[in-house]
Nanobody, 127 residues
Framework: QVQLVESGGGLVQAGGSLRLSCAAS????????MGWFRQAPGKEREFVAA????????YYADSAKGRFTISRDNAKNTVYLQMNNLKPEDTAVYYC????????????????????WGQGTQVTVSS
């Protein structure tokens, strides 16, 4: 059983930055690929970014490329999402998720490949 807890969300002005953190419980964090997803009111949950087990490969939604950076620190059982140049359309609840070791590559952009999810953290970007 893996438990994930997101933090770092809040209210920020357009053009500003936030860093989200996801702290994981369990002894096998380094065996999971990790992802960030977001969901705005009335919308489907969508992929934002993912990172491989070792951190050697990253994947981004087109909306995130050039602005967001995903990283992980396996020694701290934590994954991060650095968000720069935020836009009002980035407003959503952001969720951290963990994917089993058998999944690698672009499949990590698919929501249903993740087994464990955090409770979410709200990000609101004012115009």
């Amino acid at each position: 059983q893996v438990q994930l807890v997101e933090s770092g969300g809040g209210l920020v002005q357009a053009g500003g930055s936030l860093r989200l953190s996801c702290a994981a419980s369990g002894r096998t964090f380094s065996t999971y690929a990790m992802g960030w997803f977001r969901q705005a009111p009335g919308k489907e949950r969508e992929f934002v970014a993912a990172i491989s087990k070792s951190g050697g490969s990253t994947y981004y939604a087109d909306s995130a490329k050039g602005r967001f950076t995903i990283s992980r620190d396996n020694a701290k059982n934590t994954v991060y999402l650095q968000m720069n140049n935020l836009k009002p359309e980035d407003t959503a609840v952001y969720y951290c998720a963990a994917s089993p070791i058998l999944y690698t590559g672009l499949v990590l952009t698919t929501l249903n490949k993740y087994d464990y999810w955090g409770q979410g953290t709200q990000v609101t970007v004012s115009s």
